[in-house]
């Protein structure tokens, strides 16, 4: 009995996990170019234990879900969003260390170089984006080209990944790349003055939430069934 009890012990610590999860998607539901965490766990070695309870090894994997979010308009020409596949490049000033986003709200430093909110640099095909004083307005094109004006002044990089399920978050919306090699999209789509929302569906995650808490009170009812079973054992043994 006590194995039963270490398996509902073992079940309810995986739908702690599985919350803390969607919670987490539902917290950035709003966040520009999130992308979803979602798990899969596989089940090997099943088995009946010395109870002749269920039993198996389990090893669970999360990732983020690629999939594209919608587009919404802003009118921002440093918003800029991404279709299809790719992740726009930022680097640290300080460490040089890269990561990778689809959040591509961007802004201009007082030196006119090309941010993303949190102070990293924009990173273009020749490196980081800078923006003349005095020039035209600025346009970002289909393919990434920046024009000021008449003038092209850099192009965005867009990079891709052989396996972007392995990215690893480093926060919100952006990436490490988990020692893999970026691989830089030959033909970007881009849209200015837009950006890319967050892929979280919250009703679905809602659904999963009431799902997992209802999975997580009825293993809790089994520990407290098999919790009464030995006190009730406990006390019968205790008249002898």
Known sequence: ???RLQNSYSSMNDMVRQ?????????NAGTIGYRRDRTFTEVFNERLDAEL?????????QWADQASGALESTGNPLDIAIVG???FVLSDPASGNQRFTRAGRFTLDAEGTLRDPSGMLVEGESGPIQVPPEGGPLEVREDGEIWSGDQVIGKLRL???ENPLQLRRLDGASF???????????QPVLRQGYVEQSNVNPMQEMTDMIAHFRLFESQQKSIQTQDNLLGAVTRDL???
């Not at 919350?19 to 917290?27: D, F, G, S």
């Not at 309870?53 to 994997?61: E, G, H, L």
């Open 1 to 3: 009995m006590l194995i």
């Open 19 to 27: 919350q803390e999860r969607i919670a987490n998607n539902l917290a």
């Open 53 to 61: 309870a269920p039993i198996s090894d389990r090893v669970t994997t």
């Open 85 to 87: 596949e790719g992740f």
């Open 159 to 161: 990079v891709q990944f």
């Open 176 to 186: 490490d790349a988990g020692g893999m090699d970026p691989i830089d999209v030959e």
């Open 238 to 240: 205790g008249t002898f």
